[in-house]
């Protein structure tokens, strides 16, 4: 994630600035909704604490402090925001001790961020798959279904799934072959980072 | 090491099925080892492809725009609260708001142009937008859309205050109960009665409209003609209309938000049709905007914009719906992306 120009960006919004508001809300707000997400499994939960985090970004933003980065703080915000909500379900000891036992917060980037050109690129790529495979890819990535239970929602076999699917990432990857480099990138990046 | 050219289908299709069907944390590749990655280089990176693959659908189940909007209307309601004695100290201060746009054939025009003495040494200042502001003698500020003109004396005379408009303008007039304040426009009169409201008129309709904020405004014709209306009273909220071809009055509620936004570049969409979010950006930024399909005019765009710059609204619209803007001089086309 580009960080260069948060400083200017955080002082900005500090003066009222709308734009540099903008910008912030829209190069974090769904990566925050995913990760909110990502702790308590509910989505509309999840965009409720992150709307309510950049409301309060806004009316706070006078007196506002960030000793180390914007996106930490906004990162951190949400969490304390989702463990809030979890102890409010009462099921805290349940869920809450993983969490907490995370102390460190490490924002690995390409869990929650994509470069804008490759999510262009990307639904390019879905959208050009022949309609029924791009279905079949859909219901299995973003419905998160099971090869055997699109098989039966589309009275196919699983057998013609499991085939749809392997040419489903066969053509994605040549459509992104462009990206190759990138995507070792991440790899190696994330291994190195297994050896630190 | 499969590259991707010589892996089979039978290859894709296992691997497929590595990364999709096992259950979620046991597909993350187990073999890091430094010695591994050279042979499993290929694998790892159509791991972290469908990775991000996934991650760009998540993301996009979020719908930033409308979030936006959503965050913009809590701030709004917290603001309002704090702000609404400065806004009623405002309206002490200032009588009468009022816009008035009116192009009209010119001959009626002249005819007052003799009438009103034209006086260039008022106090004219350009605003931010690049508008023309006016401060009459009496204190009454006008701010002059482009293309237009307003005709005033360098002192009013003893009973009423009036001016001529050709053109769109907006008023803030001073208040003064002893002279009214009169706004001739084509072949309507406009006259302040009470606190503040606004006057609009469309040329290519050939129209004058009136639009009241606060306050009490009367909407008079030229043509007395005994058995149509001659004049109207017109309260907040409303609008009046005079029709120059068939000289008839009328009123309705105004149920356009964005009548200002040539001054303020304030725009309010709500599931408004591209079409006619369109017109408002032609109207506001002094641009032609077109779309390059009709099928593209009935988009629906949730937008709230205040003070942006024509691009960044552009911008916001084609990433809404996945279109591209193709730009010529100050021409714009809407297309889809191909």
Known sequence: ?196 | MGTNSNRSNEDWERLAKSLYEKPAGEHEPKDFSPENLATNSGKEEIYRMAKQIDLHLNLKKYDSHRALQKVYSRINKQTERSGSRIIFMRALKIAAVLLLAVLIGSSIYFIHEKNLQTVATAEVTVDDLGLSQIELADGTKVTLNRDSKINYPDEFGTDTREVSIVGEAFFEVAPNANKPFIIHAGEATIKVLGTSFSVNAYPENDKVEVIVETGKVKFSKLDNSPKTTNELILDPGEKGTYINTSKLLSKCMNDDPNFLAWKTHKLVFNKTSLKEVIKQLNKAYHVQIDTADPSLNKLLLNAHFERESLNFILEVISSTHGLKVVKKGEHYMLKKEA
């Open chain 1, 1 to 196: 994630m580009e960080t260069k120009n948060e400083k200017e960006l955080f002082n900005q919004l500090k003066q009222g600035d709308k734009i540099a508001f903008e910008t912030i809300f829209n190069t974090y707000y769904a990566s925050l909704c995913h990760y909110a997400n990502r702790m308590l499994d509910d989505d509309e939960k999840a965009e409720e604490i992150v709307q309510d985090l950049f409301v309060n970004l806004w009316s706070k933003r006078k007196s506002l402090n960030v000793e180390s980065s914007l996106k930490y703080y906004l990162f951190r915000s949400v969490r304390n925001l989702c463990l809030n909500q979890i102890q409010h379900f009462k099921i805290r000891e349940k869920y809450a001790k993983n969490v907490t036992e995370n102390q460190d917060l490490t924002i690995q980037d390409d869990d929650y961020f994509i470069e804008v050109d490759l999510a262009k690129k990307i639904a390019e790529s879905i959208n050009s798959l022949p309609e029924k495979r791009r279905q079949i890819f859909k219901l299995s990535r973003e419905e998160g279904l099971k090869y055997k239970e699109i098989a039966e929602k589309l009275n196919l076999s699983v057998k013609t799934v499991e085939a749809q699917m392997g040419l489903a990432l066969k053509q994605l990857r040549e459509k992104l072959k462009d990206y190759k480099d990138y995507f070792i990138g991440l790899a190696i990046f994330k291994i190195s980072r297994l050896f630190d």
